[in-house]
């Protein structure tokens, strides 16, 4: 690994300006919370490929800045009501239920009704929730998070640090191969790092999704959330605690159980085939011009809502405008060095959509890279910048994952800052953002996100709310300081012949191999 000095590095300079500009237009009404096949995609996939062309910046995807992103917009009628039982539960206030499949209906029909645990099949853990019960064509409750959380036992997984099965789209993936028709998560604020406004304001919604050839006939049939005193009061129908039953599931030798309970749950859909957009400009190398890093940040958001008359703009401007007004300062800055400034490698500086719905334009790009994966270097991503003061350390998602921790050590020394763990491993924020997808390709990455980190207001009163919006009176010192590191992180790979390797054994590091690296 090479962690020699670019020569003549040139110093990154932060337009303040220009950067509040950026922001301010992405995050305002006029661009509708930039929901993805909405007038607000159209605003801001235009103004994002105008910024790369004023730059100068080549095409990202061949001969356009455009890479074709097809799917399906599905939105749920939301006067649905969910039976379990006896017992009829509300919409929005006491569930949310959704689907990828590409139906006009979905419904659960006096569906037999299951608990298993974590809904978790992880055999280098010695786990499997689905060992004894057969859930085919029946509803699954399950529990957020995994089982080292739940105990806080370091030996248990990995402890208070969340796996990726902790995470609510393994479980919904897992559950579809196992069989089952329907998936309700039990939501509760600790374990799934959220309150249930989030889940609320991001279920509630239209919904995007890939389509594959079988109209994603694969997938789960419902995806649904439940509240915690929902779950209390299936499970005493049930004739079962709740509270203790999920204590026991945490445990080894947990045996998941039939509740005796019939669902019942019709979702009537509208949706619309429709093609969004990842958007990419490309600075090439002068000398390694066919080796890529990519840098990113995902420009949607959710879009606006209508309920009781009331419409609702959730404008995003931590998550992600400010993110995607970096990448554009990252790009201005790497287009304006000349002769031997000028970086070696080339630079992708992208721009994805629907990321808040699972990630669709990075899984999609991912698939469909313009470049093969063993010519992509790494990919970093912003996903929310702090917009406050700066501060004296750097967030470090992930420990011992791969060597581009190394170039993140060496760009905070050089600032006089510490790297920082992740404060909450227990919420998987790892898994949470673009750069998982291309992981999962073997493309190493670096996700630079602080959201809630240096505000602790941000995540109960603005992540993914409406109050998300542009303060003319932020200070944003921590962008500059942050945009700084990066802009070294990306010199120094740019100017190297490095490719930065996975550390732990993983599908990560297996994938990378495939490549040849």
Do not use: C
């Not at 060597?403 to 790892?430: C, F, H, I, T």
């Amino acid at each position: 690994m090479l962690l020699l000095p670019a020569a003549h590095a040139a110093p990154f300079n932060f337009d303040q300006q220009s950067y509040r500009q950026d922001v301010q237009t992405l995050a305002s009404d006029q661009f509708e919370g930039r929901g993805p096949l909405s007038k607000g995609e159209t605003l801001t996939v235009e103004y994002l490929e105008n910024a790369y062309k004023s730059m100068g910046l080549a095409p990202g995807f061949g001969d356009s800045y455009r890479q074709s992103v097809p799917m399906a917009k599905i939105s749920a009628d939301q006067s649905m009501q969910l039976t379990i039982g006896d017992m009829v539960f509300s919409n929005g206030d006491e569930f949310t239920a959704r689907t990828e499949q590409v139906q006009p209906k979905v419904a659960l029909k006096d569906n037999d009704v299951v608990f298993v645990g974590y809904g978790i099949n992880a055999p280098e853990y010695h786990w499997n929730d689905y060992a004894n019960i057969d859930v085919k064509d029946k509803t699954v409750i399950l529990l957020v998070n995994d089982p080292g959380f739940a105990t806080q036992d370091p030996q248990v997984f990995k402890g208070n640090a969340m796996t990726y099965y902790g995470r609510w789209t393994y479980k919904y993936e897992e559950a579809a191969r196992q069989g089952a028709k329907a998936v309700f998560i039990v939501h509760e604020t600790a374990p799934a790092a959220y309150g249930w406004n989030v889940v609320q304001n991001s279920n509630t919604n239209a919904k995007y999704t890939l389509v594959d050839d079988s109209k994603n006939s694969s997938h789960i049939g419902v995806m649904g959330w439940i509240q915690h005193e929902v779950a209390q009061k299936i499970f005493k129908a049930a004739g079962l605690d709740y509270d203790k039953l999920k204590l026991t599931a945490a445990k080894p030798g947990f045996k998941s159980m039939a509740l005796n309970l019939k669902a019942n749950l019709e979702l009537n859909n509208q949706i619309e085939l429709a093609t969004s957009y990842n958007v990419a400009g490309l600075l090439l190398g002068t000398s390694q011009a066919d080796e890529w890093l990519v840098m990113h940040a995902h420009w949607d958001h959710l879009g606006k809502t209508s309920h009781d008359g009331e419409t609702r703009i959730y404008n995003g401007a931590v998550d992600n405008a400010s993110g995607v007004a970096g990448v554009l300062q990252l790009a201005r800055h790497f287009k304006g060095l000349t002769g031997d400034d000028a970086p070696k490698r080339s630079m992708l500086f992208a721009a994805f959509t629907a990321e808040e719905t699972g990630l669709i334009g990075a899984q999609y790009f991912a698939d469909h890279p313009p470049v093969a994966t063993k010519q992509l270097v790494s990919f970093l991503n912003i996903d929310g910048m702090n917009v406050g003061k700066g501060v004296d350390y750097i967030l470090r998602y992930g420990e011992g994952v791969s060597e581009l921790e190394s170039y993140l050590d060496k760009a905070a020394k050089a600032q006089g800052r510490w790297v920082k763990a992740d404060p909450r491993p227990q919420n998987g924020l790892m898994f949470r953002s673009d750069h998982f997808a291309l992981a999962k390709q073997g493309v190493p990455g670096l996700m630079f996100m602080s959201l809630g980190d240096t505000d602790p207001d941000y995540i109960a009163h603005k992540y993914h709310q409406g109050a998300d919006d542009y303060d003319p009176n932020w200070d944003l010192g921590g962008v500059a300081q942050d945009l700084t590191l990066i802009s070294d992180i990306l010199t120094q790979l740019a100017n190297n012949d490095d490719w930065p390797k996975w550390l732990e054994a993983s599908d990560f590091k297996k994938r990378r191999a495939q490549d040849g690296l």
